[in-house]
């Protein structure tokens, strides 16, 4: 399905599977968001991230990443610098997509003061050395390196954040 989004600073978008939008409330907006599909259902996961400085300006981004750029691999789809056409958080985090399912595998180093949670939307999947299944989340401090393996039809978010 797609999601409906309209908001009180006059942006009004379809959010179709595969996008990513940022929206950041900052001093105040009023906003909807509602199944845009008639006849699908859609399933929606919305992510919070305590913005880095309060009082910040109402804004709105929207950006696709196509399969292909995280099928086997992890793509940037947020960060606070807006690198590789990521969407621009206000907060000291990265954010990557990953779509792993047989031999596929992904390394991410892991800075020195940071930790990793990772959200696994759908399917199945090893993180480090732990099995989990579409839902479940791990949150690791104190990691050099996450690697992810084994994926049986596996969605996947990775937050790398300040511990």
């Known amino acids: 399905g797609s999601l409906a989004h309209k908001d009180s600073m006059g942006n009004g978008e379809s959010i179709p599977a ?12 009023q906003h909807s968001e509602f199944n845009d599909a ?3 259902i859609t399933h929606l996961l919305q992510i919070w991230i305590e913005p880095n400085a309060p009082g910040l300006t109402p804004s709105y981004e929207q950006a696709r990443f196509p399969v292909e750029e995280k099928r086997g691999q992890l793509r940037l789809i947020a960060s606070a610098d807006g690198v ?4 621009t958080v206000h907060a000291d985090a990265r954010l990557y997509a990953g779509l792993f399912d047989g031999a596929q595998t992904a390394e991410l180093a892991v800075a020195k003061g940071r930790k990793v949670y990772v959200h696994l939307v759908r399917g199945e999947l090893t993180v480090n050395d732990h099995a989990v299944s579409g839902g479940d989340a791990v949150l690791m401090h104190d990691e050099s390196s996450l690697t992810l393996r084994g994926g049986q039809q596996a969605e996947v978010l990775v937050f790398d954040l300040r511990a």
């Open 18 to 29: 595969g996008e990513v939008q940022r929206m950041s409330a900052g001093t105040g907006v």
């Open 38 to 40: 008639k006849d699908a």
């Open 84 to 87: 590789q056409g990521s969407v």
